[in-house]
């Protein structure tokens, strides 16, 4: 079916298929213009200096980082004894199981088992002797080496305490398809 405003193109015609030229809609061409002139601007703008680099960006972020850690101070851990008498709330270690599942499950398995990290169900460790200041510590420091960020400042002092307190409860465990020990073993 053609209409008054369809012309068709002389010789475009087959298998009973026949082309025609018609004009785009003007909401398509709107748009297609729009993005050609967002592209200079956005090229003018950074291309200039006055926009922020990707390396600029990332030295305003790792200084915003530094500012926020410094900002709370030193971190004073409480004896193993008390963080052990912590350990057994169940509501801690209710956000210690989400903290976990959120970021640490993608490298040490949602059944702590190690995939990428180790297995942090045995008696191996490779980093301290896995008592809940040494995890605290690891978790803190992240092991850059392995891969491990660092999650001082991202979390909260309580929220790597809980995630410590979850992975201490899951000592012996046990669970399948464990990944093979490694470091040195604890007893």
């Not at 509501?91 to 210690?96: D, I, M, N, P, T």
Request: one cysteine or more.
């Amino acid at each position: 079916m053609s209409n008054e405003m369809d012309k068709e193109i002389v010789g475009h015609d087959y298998d009973g298929i026949k082309e025609y030229d018609n004009p785009l809609p003007g909401w398509w061409l709107l748009t297609f213009y729009g993005t050609i002139i967002f592209a200079f601007i956005y090229v003018a703008h950074y291309e200039s200096g006055s926009g922020n680099s990707l390396k600029k960006d990332l030295e305003i972020a790792l200084a915003q980082i530094e500012t926020l850690k410094s900002s709370v101070g030193p971190i004073k851990l409480d004896s193993e004894e008390v963080l052990l008498e912590k350990a057994k709330d169940p509501k801690l270690l209710a956000v210690g199981a989400e903290q976990f599942q959120g970021k640490c499950a993608s490298c040490h398995g949602n059944e702590l088992q190690g995939l990428i990290g180790p297995n942090l169900t045995d008696n191996f460790w490779i980093h301290g002797k896995g008592t809940l200041t040494d995890v605290i510590t690891t978790i803190r420091t992240g092991v850059a080496d392995k891969g491990m960020p660092p999650w001082e400042g991202i979390l909260k002092n309580e929220e790597i305490q809980a995630l410590a307190s979850f992975i201490h409860s899951k000592y012996g465990s046990q669970p399948a398809n464990p990944k093979e020990p490694q470091g040195q073993k604890i007893e």
